[in-house]
């Protein structure tokens, strides 16, 4: 109504008495006020409805509705973005009165008799306040809509661009608008899916401000093939600089390997993760290794991923701390072993974070929720990603066979000893590739081609690891293990990677030379193994060892190795 007015304010005067209508109408229009009246309090309730004013006078005894019963209904109509001041007014100058006044929602009361510069003065001091409350308000719904178009934004830049958002299952209920909890999903070049379930210290806008580069650092990462540990040591340097010191993030970082059966996974700070069978049964639990992320400026010296076997049926879950400490109205939590319990019914009915969240609200009743809630179901098995094997014949170009052409560029990079285990030259070749001839999508196969040969070239020269113990699941496990153990022990010993890039008519060819210090391996059962894994027509029949030699000859033109066995050429080409 007040802007039907322009701006001047309406007050609503509700008495009994004609003339003490009258009188207090007279003071408010000196004041600026448009005036309305009532004699009683049911008409004063209903031109509230109708009219909004901005200020209410209220007699006490009325016939009808008296202004303690005529109060207690306004404020129940009051918007809770508005403030309209009620004022008693009253001969009844006792505690009492007071008392009631204010408990029946009144903001002030006055007796009679008074002057009219008392009136007024209170007028203005009632006035005022509600002004500064209004002015409040409107700054409040403006920070309202802020905070909502940020989530949003951020809600499009994290969650959107999530990888099998149809396949992983992602429980996520915001104790406020903005929730702490941050769940991430990435391919690997190599078709590895890795996953993080962050939660950051708190729930809402300020706890939230990390995700943005936590996210894309995990993506960024994850992309140009970084390994887990690599990815985890950059997101903990980043937080740790960004951040101030009160807020960190508590996450679960996992890297799920269908071809080779395997799960990685790194508990810094949540509670434990979890791989569960088809039945339902607890495989495994992994706790806490190491502090949240972004407390110490760098991991600890001993951080390790932890290597499991899996089948394909089995499932990873990872939660926050919300879910367990979940409380109802008695104080109970909701606990570890009823959320095992709840987990093990839901993969019984196809669907674990719709159990869990069902069983969490009809836990918590109408408690109000104290923290972010967030669970992440990862499914073992489906994440082989097929390759686009090289079938080109390059004779139909006359100069793509002569090799006698000067290449393009040459790109050449050899590391010596401890800096084997620090530093993955893999992605630092691909990001120059990249800036020399652009983003494509074929170079996720020379990504899997330059994978292979690094690893290779490490894992059996330098470091001497006997692929053989890779031939079973458990034993895929066990050669991780030895090999994060010789890593760091790596005091000698090199490995050089060359490339030489030479264009064509339409595409071009990467030679790819990898040379390393070890003593070689059986080249003659190198051929022994590619001639027979190419007789298997299903690529789940290959065995865990030598399946990267089966793959690399399959998305090559050519590969060599030398009659020592540590000197390996690859020829990749692409139209």
Known sequence: MSQVLGNAKLALVVDDSKMQRTVLGVLLKEEGYHVLCADDGAQAVSMYIKYQPDLILMDINMPVMNGYEAARKIKTLTHENSLCPLIFITSMATDQAYIESIEAGGDGILVRPFSPEVFKAKIKSIQRISDLITKNKVLQLAQQKDVELAEQLMSGVIEARNFAQDKI???????????GDVQLTARCPNGDVNVLLGDFTGHGLRSSIGAIPLSETFRTMTKKGFTLLEIISQVNQQLHQLLPTDLFL???????????NTVYIFNAGIPDAYIFDQSGGIKQRVPSQHPPIGVLPALINDASLSVISVEETDRVVLISDGIIEARNPQGEMFDIERFERVVSA??????ITEEVLKSVNQFCQEMPQEDDLSLIDIPCGG?????????????????????????????????MGSRLSRVNPIPIAMNQIQELEGSAEHWQSLLTILTELFVNSLDHGVLGLDSTMKSSADGFAEYFLEREQRLKSLTEGFVEVNLSYYPLISGGRIIIAISDSGNGF?????????????QYKAEHELKLSGRGIHLVSQLCESLQYSDQGNQVQATYVWR
């Open 346 to 351: 839901g993969i019984s009915h196809g669907n």
């Open 383 to 415: 994440w082989q990603q097929p390759h686009v094997i090289n079938t080109s014949q390059v004779a139909s170009e006359p100069d793509q066979t002569n090799t006698n052409i000067d290449a393009a560029w040459h790109w050449r990079l050899k590391l």
């Open 522 to 534: 059986n080249v003659k059962n190198y051929h022994g193994i590619v001639s027979k894994q190419q």
């Open 169 to 179: 299952g992602i429980l996520k209920k915001a104790a406020t608008l903005f929730s």
């Open 250 to 260: 508590a996450a679960a970082f996992v890297t799920v390997s269908s071809h080779e």
